[in-house]
């Protein structure tokens, strides 16, 4: 019986072993048709996720690029700030595109390779010379004369970022060292394994042990990618075994070209509040301010040991732990080979040369970035602006925002501090503006220009105060007949009863009135009452009329009141309103926005100018004199102590009522300027406009270039001398007066002193008046308000000269004739007068009218020139495709929040 058992033992031994065979087989089997399917569903996952994958971009802005032509205006110091903005370095040879070198005045740069909204352009090396500021021999590399020279544009921000943000590279772009370094430091074995590396792992063990620290990391650069595409960052034995099973699957699918760029566009290098710095490209600009391509080995070194720990390795926060992190790269390199030992040691020693901790930041410029952003809104959804990778094409000039910026919050300060002030309690802001082509050069919402907070600029609404009072001279000078700047007009009090009682009673700022006053030294000297009673003199509907034709949308208040100011606008708009003035009557839109293209740069939309003839050039041209005596004798005289006594200025300054607000609007020949101080609070500052808003201001214009001389009158404005009542001083007869500019059709009174004894009046008709009346141009021909050309002018003066010696022997003898001046007509009664004020405000209205008819089918031919010559500049203009911007369309949901 034993024996049975036995053998039935020995029997069933091999009985088990089998079944238990079957077993594990079975188990296998099915183990690995689980696997395999899982992997499929990974496969599937892994496919669809990388193949449909895009890139969520925010629109990346870009300034205006400098163009650097023969003959143009350019201070050294404004261009080098245009380079360091381009974020150009200065060299003794130039070695690399992004470098620029100085001997002397003369000057090499090595542009950048950019795509601009017409066209990509490569990169390219000029030279120049500056002498007395004047750029001259712009030649090409070969030696080649160049008319202009186009730099690249500066990169100034992103648009609604915040997120996950990159700025994607092609494997072809990729610096062949970053490629090597990655390699070294993080998979060895990249090239040669199948996405995981069992000897990469062992290798880092060692390497670890040896240095005592984490210095390689065991996971392939294709299982961080597929980390970093698919999974958190929490270590688990199940991610981990995740990792490896999908590395291997892309490897299996994807070349190792693709693998690394998509590893070296995805790793983390970064964080800026909201905003995550992902890859190499944006770290690259991030950190450096340079594009990827441009970087040296140590710089290369510092981002490739970032990617093991950007927050631990923070180059701001953690300078000295950076430091180590980039010489340990640095020595991988030596023990690769990638680099020299000479330049291993030199760049051991160089410091970390991260660009300032703000120098990055996503939107530097908050003020000019939401002007720009309410002239998107109508082309662009939001969610376009926020994902598309966009390439905006902007106006702004990086020197004069730099400028800009400078001057506000030194002047503050100082101002704080000069004069007694609560620290921190002023506020400003201010916008310049191009006056040809109304591009906004800069634009400042804060003292603190970088805080993205209450912007100023565009939503401070305060009142401007003297800043008005050009329109009403404005008004008047539009009646040729009636007003001239020489123009006799009266400074006396003056008391206006509401129908509500209250009285409306201005006062100069002196306390004091001046009597009979020339309508341009009212201006200059800012009268107050002068300016009210001609203000209700020509009708408070003549001047609002006038404002709106100078480009103000807001709301006007139909009172007194308004004539000394009390008119409600921002520094944007009133910037507006001065441009038309310096443009000679012309008005032109302000604008922040030049092009958009999609993020290649073939689809593009520009954005032409816009323009219409608010003002006829010659009341425009005048005031504009008026305007250059208030720099010259008037309250902003104070700002030629610093600034170039050629150059034409013209302004005027502003200050409400118990010193709340300090304004001053001026411009130059090319560009107006604008600034506004105040409290948040509205409450008292002390200051006046020119001993506030004028001193910053001048900071800005003293360190612009500007067109030197006189500005030449337009056709229609002729200058002669008068005296002191607005009288003719024939220069035939008399010297001296003040030379003044007048329209053609002002006819002056001759000045009873200057009066010769005409008695060869025959002479001239025999020889001169017929000759004169043939070259004169016909009336008919002429545009009301222009007149003869000067030049015809100055021949009939000239003849007339030629008779003057022999008038004055005649005269020698003889008394010159007394004129009696025309009695001024005073209405008798109050009926009287304000019968009057409406005749003639009926009167200016049918004028008015009239030239609005005639400047509305000006303005219509212009128009269709302009499309045309559009029409045809677009059919020759070779490069991308270009479109004219389209409204976004108001039946498609806007997202905008």
């Known amino acids: 019986m034993a024996a049975t058992n036995r053998r039935r033992r020995k029997a069933s031994k091999p009985g088990r072993l089998h079944r238990w065979m079957v077993r594990l087989g079975l188990l296998a089997l099915v183990g690995g048709l689980v696997l395999a399917g899982y992997m499929v569903y990974l496969d599937v996952q892994l496919r669809q996720r990388l193949e449909s994958r895009q890139y969520q971009l925010p629109a990346r802005v870009f300034a205006r690029p400098l163009i650097l032509r023969e003959g143009m205006v350019m201070r050294p110091d404004e261009l080098e700030a245009e380079f360091n903005a381009l974020n150009y370095s200065e060299q003794g040879t130039l070695s690399e595109p992004g470098h620029w070198s100085r001997e002397g005045m003369n000057y090499r740069v090595w542009r950048r390779d950019f795509v601009h909204a017409d066209g990509r352009e490569p990169a390219a090396v000029v030279s120049f010379r500056l002498r007395n500021d004047e750029i001259s021999n712009l030649r090409g590399e070969n030696g080649e004369r160049l008319k202009e020279f186009r730099l690249d544009a500066a990169n100034i921000g992103t648009l609604l970022g915040g997120g996950d943000d990159r700025n994607p590279v092609h494997f072809a772009d990729i610096p062949p060292l970053l490629a090597n370094a990655l390699i070294a430091v993080e998979d060895q074995d990249f090239l040669h394994h199948f996405g995981v590396s069992p000897r990469g792992i062992a290798r880092a063990m060692v ?62 290098l970064g964080q800026q509040g ?31 040991g970032l990617a093991k720990g950007a927050s631990y390795y923070n180059p701001w926060r953690n300078p000295k732990r950076a430091l180590e992190r980039r010489n340990t790269v640095l020595d991988l390199m030596l023990e690769q080979g990638l680099i020299t030992p000479e330049q291993h040691q030199t760049y051991s020693a160089k410091p970390l040369e991260v660009a300032s901790a703000g120098a990055a930041a996503q939107n530097p410029y908050p003020a000019f970035t939401e002007r720009l952003l309410a002239e998107l809104r109508p082309f662009y959804s939001y969610e376009e602006l926020r994902t598309a990778g966009l390439r905006v094409y902007t106006t702004l000039a990086p020197s004069v925002q730099k400028l800009a910026e400078d001057a506000v919050s030194e002047g503050t300060t100082r101002l704080e501090k000069n004069r007694g002030i609560q620290k921190d309690s002023l506020q400003a802001a201010t916008v310049l503006l191009d006056n040809d082509t109304g591009n906004v050069l800069a634009m400042v919402g804060d003292r603190r220009p970088h805080f993205p907070g209450f912007n100023r600029a565009l939503e401070a609404r305060r009142q401007i105060g003297s800043l008005i009072k050009p329109a009403v001279y404005l008004t008047a000078l539009e009646r040729p007949f009636d007003y001239s700047l020489a123009t006799l007009i009266d400074d006396a009090p003056i008391r206006i009863e509401g129908d509500n009682g209250e009285v409306w009673m201005p006062q100069n700022f002196d306390k004091k009135a001046h009597g009979q006053v020339p309508l341009y030294m009212a201006l200059a000297k800012s009268y107050n009452l002068a300016t009210a009673r001609l203000g209700l003199d020509l009708g408070l509907e003549n001047v609002r009329q006038t404002i709106r034709r100078l480009g103000v949308q807001a709301d006007l208040p139909r009172v007194p009141s308004m004539l000394l100011g009390a008119v409600e606008l921002t520094p944007f708009e009133v910037a507006d309103m001065y441009q038309t003035i310096a443009n000679g009557g012309e008005h ?44 010259r004798q008037g309250t902003g005289r104070s700002a030629y102590k610093s600034l170039p006594g050629s150059v034409a200025f013209a302004g005027k300054t502003g200050t409400t009522n118990d010193y ?189 009218l009239e030239e609005e008819r005639r400047a509305e089918e000006e303005r219509r031919i212009l128009e269709e020139r302009l499309r045309r010559e559009e029409e045809l500049r677009r059919s020759r203009q070779p490069g991308a495709p270009v479109e004219e911007a389209e409204p976004w369309p108001m039946e498609e949901e806007d997202q905008w929040p």
């Not at 390497?207 to 958190?232: P, R």
């Not at 201001?697 to 337009?714: A, N, S, V, Y």
Request: net charge negative; glycine share 8%.
């Open 207 to 268: 390497a670890n042990i040896k240095a005592g620290e984490v210095v390689q990391g065991g996971s392939t650069i294709t299982q961080q990618l597929v980390k970093n595409i698919f999974f958190d960052h929490k270590p688990s034995l199940w991610r981990k075994f995740n990792e490896a099973l999908m590395a291997v699957l892309m490897e299996m699918h994807y070349e190792k070209a693709y693998i690394l760029q998509e590893y070296i566009n995805e790793v983390w």
């Open 274 to 304: 909201s905003r995550a710095i992902y890859g190499f490209g944006l770290a690259s600009e991030f950190y450096f301010q340079k594009p990827l391509d441009t970087l040296e080995p140590h710089q290369i070194a510092l981002l490739v």
């Open 588 to 631: 032109v839109e302000p604008r922040t926005l030049l092009a958009v293209s999609d993020a290649d740069g073939d689809q593009v939309q520009h954005f032409r100018r816009r323009t219409n003839r608010g003002v006829d050039p010659v009341p425009a041209y005048l005031l504009r004199y008026g305007l250059e005596q208030v720099m």
């Open 660 to 848: 709340r607000d300090s304004w001053f609007a001026g411009f130059s020949p090319g560009v107006t300027a604008v600034v506004w101080i105040g409290r948040d609070d509205n409450e008292r500052t002390g200051l006046t406009g020119s001993t506030g808003a004028l001193t910053i201001w001048t900071d800005i214009m003293r360190d612009l270039p500007h067109r030197h001389g006189r500005i030449e009158p337009p056709r229609g404005v002729e200058y002669k001398p008068v005296n002191a009542r607005g009288q003719y001083m024939n220069p035939e007869y008399c010297r001296g007066g003040t030379e003044l500019p007048f329209s053609y059709e002002t006819k002056l009174q001759p000045a009873p002193e200057c009066a010769g004894r005409d008695r060869w009046r025959w002479f001239r008709d025999l020889f001169g008046d017929d000759e004169q009346r043939q070259e004169a141009a016909p009336r008919e021909e002429m545009t009301p308000g222009w007149g003869i050309d000067p030049r015809e002018q100055q021949r009939r003066e000239e003849r007339e000269r030629q008779l003057q010696e022999q008038l004055r022997r005649d005269d020698e003898m003889q008394q010159a004739p007394q004129f009696e001046e025309e009695p001024l007509q005073i209405p008798r009664t109050e009926e009287e007068r304000l019968q009057q004020l409406e005749e003639e405000d009926l009167r200016q209205e049918q004028l008015y």
